[in-house]
């Protein structure tokens, strides 16, 4: 998952001085879905579903980097996708 993040957030494959804080935010943020109530099944990280990728993409994005004037809006836009993930079936 940290390759398709860093992708998605824009960040070069082979660049790896965020790697670390990338992975904290990943599994912080799967932590606070699970907390929030998004079904297991979702979360599993050998077949990761599509809508929580999406999820810790915002997530990541919020928190990655030192001024982050948008850090709200993907706050936002976070909270919105967990809303709807805790709203799948088991």
């Known amino acids: 998952m940290l390759e398709k ?3 998605r957030c824009g960040i ?3 660049i790896d001085i965020y790697d670390t804080d990338i992975q904290l935010y ?3 943020c799967i932590a606070d879905m699970k907390a929030s109530g998004v079904p297991e099944k979702l979360l ?4 990761i579903d599509p809508q929580v990728t999406t999820a810790v993409t ?3 994005k919020a928190y990655l980097g030192d001024d982050r004037s948008d850090t709200e809006i ?3 836009l976070y ?3 967990v809303f709807r993930l805790t709203m799948e079936d088991e």
């Not at 599993?44 to 077949?47: S, T």
């Open 12 to 14: 070069p494959g082979d």
């Open 5 to 7: 993040i860093k992708s």
């Open 58 to 60: 915002l997530y990541v």
């Open 26 to 28: 990943i599994n912080d």
């Open 79 to 81: 909270r919105q996708k």
């Open 74 to 76: 993907y706050l936002k």
């Open 44 to 47: 599993d990280m050998n077949g």
